[in-house]
């Protein structure tokens, strides 16, 4: 290989994408126990099939358009980069073989279509569901990736702070969520019974287990090197879940005199969902700030759903959604300038300009996703029935699969 390889990033990418990857599955685990046995298949099936469909879609042109040359200036998408099927693993991006750098990024835009499903799980068909992930993955998430991951992206060379997928993951699968159960409706029982109580804690807390770990090499693979970059975010990712956790189970004490079923946990991911865009950006200090406002944003979050009458049927919305835009706000003043980009936060003598580019960005983001989202929503459903039908619905999705 060239003499520009650095085998001991290599190494650390490699690992992380493994880590990342084994994600999808604990998401699928972790989705599986909020619901009904009747639907446990086919929402394990929605994370499963993302993988494939994603993989395919990347290395045909995915990839191009996210990470290829800028077309025209604009920062708006990449163009030409498709070389996956002539190339050899020797080519390098940076110091780090391209195959590694590319299977890196794949698995993020995986989980994000992953996510989404958590928001519309019990009410829809494995297959159209396919269908909406390819459109979706090429009409949204690439051209986002290629906005704030790419440098030749407009957010990036704005200026604005996303270490690790903020904006890219967590707020685009929490408002693509929004979208898609707006297009949906609410579920039978949603307008019967309200949201779903857990049916497996132990199946919940395993995925939880495994998102956790995961996490670990999404936030620290995404410093691209095996120094101090990767363990300030690491160590981050640790002191903002537990803070998160913690603060969310005083809540619940103190707001209904008992702890729930899932509250640490979700508490826990709520503060990793936070931390996301942050890990290499700020210190401890700004982690365990981090932690106590998401986890006091995302109870009351988790909420709203009740009120306003959308289903939101796993917190899609409530979590990655709320937790992502705390996340990118409090960057604008919490990002140190020490660590992985001399940027400042307002609270570390920087300008309030940052916080400024933060809001537009999720204004930016939020309002792509939204309205592309309900328009792929919108026509999958009408051309190949997203939603199943009342019977079907009220039977299990596991009868649409043949599942015995």
Known sequence: MSSGLNTGDSAWVLVSFAMVLLMTPGLALFYGGMVRAKNLISVLYMSFVSIAVVTVVWFLYGYGLAFGKDVGGLGLLGWGDWQFFRTTPSVLQGVIPLYVYSLFQLVFAIITLALISGSVANRVRLGPWMIFGVVWV???????????????????????????????????????????????????RFRREGPPVPKNVVLVMAGMGLLWFGWFGFNGGSALTDGALAANAVANTMMCGCVAMLVWMLLERWRFGRFSRLGGTTGALAGLVAITPACGYVNLFGATVIGIVVAVVCTYAVEVKTTVGYDDTLDVVGIHGAGGIVGVLLLGLFATGKYGSPTEGLFYGGSIAL?????????????????????IGFAVDKLFALRPGPEEETAGLDTELRIG
């Open 138 to 188: 090429t009409l949204v998430y690439l051209p986002v990736a290629h906005w704030v991951f790419s440098k030749g992206g407009w957010i990036n060379r704005w200026g604005v702070l996303d270490f690790a997928g903020g904006l890219v993951v967590e707020l685009n699968s929490g408002i693509a969520g929004l979208a898609l159960a707006l297009v949906l409706g609410p579920s039978l």
């Open 355 to 375: 916080l400024g580019k933060q809001f537009v960005a999720i204004i930016a983001v939020g309002c792509y996703t939204f309205v592309l989202t309900y328009l």
